[in-house]
């Protein structure tokens, strides 16, 4: 049956797709969105989730463990800089490619597959014996890192009703940040006790005894099996883990996706219909994480050139992160409630009103700790919240791709914030300077989702509907 044939078939009504008796002809899509949030979807958030705390403890593990490493190998902090570069590239690199494959293979074989690629780099991390082994080491692990994320998100996205979805997508990346703050508290005890070795080994540790876990209890997404014959079985097989005895060998499928794009999925998400909609996902997000890394990399430097102490500084870097695990759960549950992209775009721009008045007129300590919150709350929270946005705007042959692409490319823009911060502070700029440049790019990513979401109004693609964003 023709795409449009389908469409043309009136849809049974929603309560049909919550009986136990099989249904012929089956809409996969419609039947998943019918679908409320039961014990399935509560196991593929947690092991999505689960994939994303790995992730995060292993990407923010090297900070933890670069002091004892320049002190072991007798080289100042500096000579560490091509290892931390290195690994963002490897980041950027990864979700550029495990995008177009995770459409080809599908998002469970390519997150599995990343999962154990970026374990077993990590332990080999372990035993790197100089700055340039380290280097190569951290890219390769990095891209493994890179590669996970998108397809999580991509994952979460296909298996959450709609009315849910930005909420269980955004819910899903917190785990980044309970991993990297739990990697701080058992990194410092790591360190002292074995050596800072023990916390690369445990960070490939984990995940390579997790691919069991996944390898079993992970679904395949039924979104992407709907689109071959070839995959029925295993889409039967996955479809009854949703809801027992709902389809057969004998259940007829019928799909409202579009015919498949004969083109690769990166030309895809570039057409005339996606291209706008694309690279202004692209401007948001890496405008986002240029904001978001030079913060994360340089807020205790300019807390302490206000002549507050390291404790002081360290409590404002945590609350700045706090907010943004808050702000990642809430803005989800904003974006479902409300119009995605006008939350969104207030949110960031919100962020950049913050930071430029705690440029502007910061000066207790209690203040910036509330801005510091607030501007958290905003730049980390809408980040999220982009993730969540992107799989809502393609559909399912190159959803993986679209979402991404965005996370990839976006990673410059961490790594242009990391720099520019540092750029900032050799040309001896002020707190105030500093904060009140950071408006700027909060102004063009509001603007970027607040024109996508003018381009294609009203619309947050529920996952089972194609339209051009």
């Known amino acids: 049956m023709t795409s449009s044939q389908a469409a043309a078939r009136p849809r049974p009504h929603i309560n049909q797709y919550r009986e136990t008796d099989r249904i012929d002809p089956l809409d996969v899509q419609y039947f998943l969105d019918a679908q409320p949030v039961g014990r399935f979807q509560w196991l593929v958030l947690l092991l999505c989730m689960l994939i994303v705390m790995l992730d995060g403890l292993d990407t923010v593990m090297i900070g933890f463990i670069a002091p004892s490493i320049s002190s072991a190998w007798a080289i100042p902090r500096d000579a560490l800089g091509p290892v931390m570069s290195g690994g963002l590239l490897g980041l950027a690199f990864g979700a550029l ?11 469970k074989t390519v997150m599995v597959g990343a999962v154990l690629f970026f374990g077993i780099w990590s332990v080999a991390s372990a035993f790197a014996t100089g700055v340039a082994s380290l280097t190569v080491l951290r890219f390769l692990t990095g891209i493994g890192l890179g590669a996970s994320m998108p397809n999580a998100a991509t994952l979460m996205a296909e298996y959450a009703p709609p009315r849910r979805r930005a909420l269980m997508v955004t819910a899903v990346f917190c785990g980044f940040t309970f991993g990297a703050a739990g990697g701080g508290f058992v990194s410092a005890w790591l360190i002292e006790t074995w050596g800072w070795h023990s916390v690369l080994l445990l960070g490939g540790v984990l995940p390579v005894a997790y691919v069991p876990v996944l390898a079993r209890w992970l679904p395949e997404s039924a979104r992407y099996l709907a689109l071959k014959e070839s995959r029925r079985v295993r889409l039967v097989g996955v479809l009854n883990r949703v809801q027992p005895g709902i389809a057969d060998e004998r259940t007829r499928f019928v799909s409202h996706e579009p015919a498949r794009d004969a083109r690769s999925p990166v030309r895809a998400i570039l057409s005339r219909e996606h291209a706008f909609g694309t690279v202004m996902l692209w401007i948001c997000y890496f405008a986002g994480l240029l904001t978001v890394y ?36 809430l803005i989800g549950w904003q974006m479902d409630r409300f ?3 006008r ?3 207030a949110t960031v721009l919100a962020g950049g009103a913050l930071a430029w008045y705690m440029g502007a007129s ?3 300590f209690a203040v910036i700790c509330v801005l510091a919150l607030g501007i958290g709350y905003c730049m980390n929270g809408s980040n999220t919240g982009f993730c969540a946005l992107a799989a809502g705007s393609y559909p399912t042959e190159m959803r993986a791709t679209g979402t991404s692409w965005m996370l990839g490319v976006g990673r410059f823009g961490g790594i242009a914030g990391a720099m520019l911060g ?17 408006a700027v790019p909060a102004a063009v990513g509001g603007a970027a989702v607040l024109l996508k979401g003018a381009r294609h109004r009203g619309t947050f693609v529920p996952v089972s509907v194609t339209a051009g964003h």
């Open 294 to 329: 030079l913060l994360g990399n340089w807020l205790p430097t300019l807390i302490r050139g206000l002549g507050f102490s390291l404790g002081e500084a360290a409590v404002v870097g945590a609350l700045f992160q706090a907010g943004g695990t808050v702000g990642s759960v």
């Open 97 to 107: 490619t495990a995008g177009p494959m995770s459409d080809r293979f599908g998002r």
């Open 422 to 438: 540092a750029a900032m502070l050799h040309a001896n700029w002020g707190f105030g300077q500093v904060f009140a440049a950071l």
């Open 339 to 341: 119009n995605p992209h």
């Open 362 to 364: 910061a000066h207790s």
């Open 343 to 345: 939350a969104l775009g």
